[in-house]
């Protein structure tokens, strides 16, 4: 049950809303932090994936934190909102290795936070978009850099990753580049998932405005009809009234 159907406050729905979207990248961050760690790519990478486990759950803490503090009853969203909780409780940094697996729980926030329709709207929005795009370019460039280093093996410059990084993303994979090592895979994995999203967004975006066109058009043909017919009923109900008008005269 979210906030929105519990008859909250309006602070609570609010912080809710505005938590949405930088939840949803942490949860999305928890696959890439699973592959570094599953990888054995040594340092820094080792260093990184912990330092994303902390940040994961450091957001998802906020989130329990600041809601507590919105809502009316903290009692009865801590009822209301169990995975939230176990996120919190079963998947800290600082439990042992044995526990870590828990932290799948953290993907399942994916399904309750896409069901938003604020979230989904928003991300479909021009803004929603631009801000993709704007983080699609960072990823480009960051990972191509990022390629270009790990892959010494290549004697790539910054632009051949780059290049790299702009073939993977936009899935063409033309093959005159490919990772060798554990690192260049995981900055690979990461490019590509940020590549199909992208394009999954664009897609999602140009079909929501074309059916938006399609309900607008549908609501005033609907509106015509309905004026159509409510003039109809009046000449119908004027020609009732006209030959009782003439027997009486």
Do not use: C
Request: avoid cysteine.
């Amino acid at each position: 049950m979210d906030v929105e159907s519990s008859g909250v406050n309006a602070r609570a729905i609010g912080t809710q809303r505005r938590l949405a979207l930088p939840l949803l990248f942490a949860a999305l961050l928890t696959i890439p932090a699973i592959v570094i760690e599953q990888s054995d790519a040594g340092q820094p990478w080792d260093t990184i994936a912990s330092v994303l486990n902390w940040v994961i759950w450091a957001a998802f803490l906020s989130e329990a934190v600041l809601m507590l503090r919105a809502v009316d009853d903290p009692w009865d969203w801590l009822r209301d909102h169990p995975l939230e909780v176990a996120i919190v409780l079963l998947t800290p940094p600082f439990l042992p290795a044995s526990m870590q697996a828990a932290r799948v729980f953290r993907l399942l926030r994916l399904l309750r936070l896409l069901r938003l329709g604020l979230l989904t709207r928003r991300l479909l929005s021009t803004e929603g978009i631009r801000d993709a795009a704007v983080f699609a370019v960072m990823t480009i460039l960051a990972g191509g850099a990022g390629y270009a280093a790990v892959e010494k093996g290549q004697h790539l410059s910054t632009w051949d990753g780059v290049w790299w990084a702009i073939v993977t993303v936009t899935t063409v994979g033309y093959g005159d580049a490919y990772p060798r090592t554990d690192a260049g895979r995981v900055i690979a994995i990461a490019v590509m998932l940020v590549g199909i999203g992208f394009i999954a967004l664009l897609t999602a975006a140009a079909a929501e405005r074309f059916l938006r066109t399609q309900r607008a058009e549908q609501r005033e043909s609907d509106g015509v009809e309905e004026r159509l017919e409510l003039i109809l009923r009046r000449l119908e109900a004027m020609e009732i009234r006209a030959p009782v008008a003439e027997s009486e005269q």
